[in-house]
């Protein structure tokens, strides 16, 4: 399990590079196997959004600061 949410966690941050580069320079990493109609970058993209959900789904049983009471 432990595996798994570091994977998701990287993907995650492939996720926001992504849209920082679009933001910034309209440019996007699935540009570099061949555009959004290749079929690596689309399974790259849905595992990226699979992962997002898989951290909001597990994310208060494994963050430290949100499982603490306040």
């Known amino acids: 399990m432990k595996?798994?949410?570091?994977?998701?966690?990287?993907l995650l941050i492939i996720g926001g590079l992504n849209?920082?580069?679009q933001g910034l320079?309209?440019?996007e990493v699935?540009?570099?196997?061949?555009?959004?109609?290749?079929m690596i970058s689309r399974v790259i993209y849905v595992l990226v959004g699979l992962s997002a959900i898989?951290?909001?789904a597990i994310?208060?049983?494994s963050c430290?600061?949100?499982?603490?009471?306040?």
């Open 54 to 56: 898989y951290e909001l």
């Open 59 to 61: 994310h208060t049983k």
């Open 3 to 10: 595996q798994l949410h570091k994977l998701s966690f990287i």
């Open 25 to 27: 320079f309209q440019w």
């Open 64 to 70: 430290n600061f949100c499982s603490k009471k306040m």
């Open 30 to 38: 699935g540009q570099l196997f061949g555009g959004q109609e290749m």
């Open 19 to 21: 849209w920082l580069l």
